[in-house]
């Protein structure tokens, strides 16, 4: 055999070797919940995929999808190696597709009504008759933050409408231009949003706190790589980047999900199923 015919059958076997490593193997995929808009998803999640590359001795990358819906479904289709997402679809993965927990952000997302400062809502009776801006049905802080409205004697549909936009600016320009008085966000959402925008709002006040995100396995690994994993991602908050990552996103550890967060979690489980519907 020549020299050419050598190296032709070098590239065709180890093309062939590569196509039959698992997808772990070349290129570790952590998907991310689209909570806040591409862009500053990949920007905050940045220290966690090189730490993580680093840890595993791996490519890291981070992907995303267009909504919650289709990124619950890429989930429940084990796309993804980590799954980063919110508690109440984190749990709905767990008990219907049987996804591993790995771990839980803290501390608890503080969920928030926010006003227009030059013309801010005194109290929830401003959104009698109008409009509450909100991004993400399926969200937990809006499932919970409806509940909480409607034991307030508010309820959705009769008394106010529901505005939804795709992220976190267009949901403070739904308060700039005066098409609601209201808005829903989380702190991370109006922390992500443009300071010339975010300028213009204040928080009329904070009416729940939530538990953070979840960490899932989300395809099958090695025992040894899912064991490396998890300890990386412990140890993470401590490192540099973990630091700069807290600095990002207000997450000052990962650790493991108290029961107690189960309770908050599974009361919103069947409207969570209903949204995803």
Known sequence: MN????????????????SAQPAWAQTFQIGV??????????????????????????PVEI????????????????????????????RLAQLDAGLNL????????????????????????????????VSNPQSMLVLVGKNWLRQRGLVAGTDYEVVWTRNEDSLAQVLTSGSAPLAMMSAGELRAIRPEIAERLTVMGEFARLPNFLLLQGRAMPPERLAALKAALLAFPATDLGREFTNLTGVRAIRPVPESDFETIDSVMAETRGQLR
């Open 102 to 133: 790995i771990a839980g952000f803290d501390p608890p997302i503080p969920a928030l009504l926010v006003t227009l400062k030059d013309a801010p809502a005194s109290s929830i009776e401003a959104l009698r008759g109008k409009a509450l801006a």
């Open 3 to 18: 020299i050419r015919a050598i190296a032709t059958a070098l590239v065709l076997s180890m093309t062939i070797l590569a």
């Open 33 to 58: 919940l689209p909570n806040l808009s591409p862009r500053i998803i990949l920007t905050v999640y940045r220290p966690l995929r090189d730490y993580l590359s680093a840890a595993l001795g791996m």
């Open 63 to 90: 992907t995303t999808a267009p909504d919650f819906r289709t990124f619950q479904a890429r989930t429940l289709a084990s796309d993804y190696d980590l799954v980063v997402t919110a508690a109440n679809l984190g």
